[in-house]
């Protein structure tokens, strides 16, 4: 569906300026019934702002959004199961449902990389889309309720999604338990991460603790030298 891929290129990392498309996005926003009408507004003044931004401060504003901590990492499993092994079996298992629904990626890109989820998820009818979006329901609120401490238009997108998936959550209470956290994008913060990291990095043999990326995808995933997802007409349903 189209307002998977819609939302996925917006918060995939910035290539293109949007300006001559924003006729396209509004209509596509507009015709979604999934959608409030308060969501919808806040969308359409997203993608306004983000029309009227040059390229490269766009790219400078995501990076120090998306880029700084990893509380609000776009890597889905990294919200439950950190570098833990259980996040590796977690990425075989989606992978092969992508494979299931015919969509193939490279083999360095990362299935959990919340804009490359939503392009499987525009494989699927609205109904199992709806199914894979409750799944991750609480994790899409948790990254929308920072990006609203943060005054981030990014978070209308999450809202979009969540009312798509019409998941059962107390947002109010998530909002709150946010509120209560400390923020991981300050210098000190990300020196006190690096710090302990590399403690655990030198403190035996077991090497396998290297701190990764924090939430941009490789230089594969993203779309930066225009290697998008090939998507193919599935041969069968993901659920």
């Known amino acids: 569906m189209k307002i998977f891929k819609l939302i996925s290129l917006l918060l995939d990392y910035p290539e293109t300026e949007i300006g001559d498309d924003r006729a396209a996005i509004f209509e596509l926003i507009q015709a ?12 359409i003044d997203f993608v306004e702002q983000r029309a009227s931004m040059d390229l490269l401060d766009w790219q400078s504003d995501y990076d120090a959004l998306f880029e700084r901590g990893r509380n609000l990492s776009l890597l889905l499993f990294e919200h439950v199961h950190g570098e833990s092994r259980d996040r590796g079996q977690a990425m075989v298992d989606l992978m092969e449902q992508y494979k299931q629904a015919g ?23 609205r109904e199992d889309a709806r199914a894979w979006l409750q799944d991750v329901s609480h994790i899409l609120a948790t990254l929308q309720s920072r990006l609203e401490q ?63 990326s924090v939430s941009r995808p490789s230089e594969q995933q993203s779309r930066v030298n225009e290697m998008p997802v090939n998507i193919i007409q599935p041969t069968a349903q993901a659920r």
């Open 32 to 43: 979604d019934d999934d959608i409030s009408a308060e969501t919808k507004i806040e969308m």
């Open 103 to 125: 969509l193939e990626i490279g083999a360095k890109e990362l299935p959990d990389y919340l804009p490359l989820f939503l392009e499987f998820l525009s494989t699927q009818d």
């Open 150 to 212: 943060r005054d981030e238009g990014y978070a209308s997108l999450l809202a979009a999604l969540l009312e798509i998936s019409q998941a059962e959550l107390d947002l109010n209470e998530i909002r709150e338990n946010i509120a209560k956290e400390e923020r991981d994008d300050t210098n000190e913060a990300i020196d006190k991460v690096w710090e302990e990291e590399m403690v655990t990095f030198s403190g035996g043999p077991d090497q396998t603790n290297c701190p990764s």
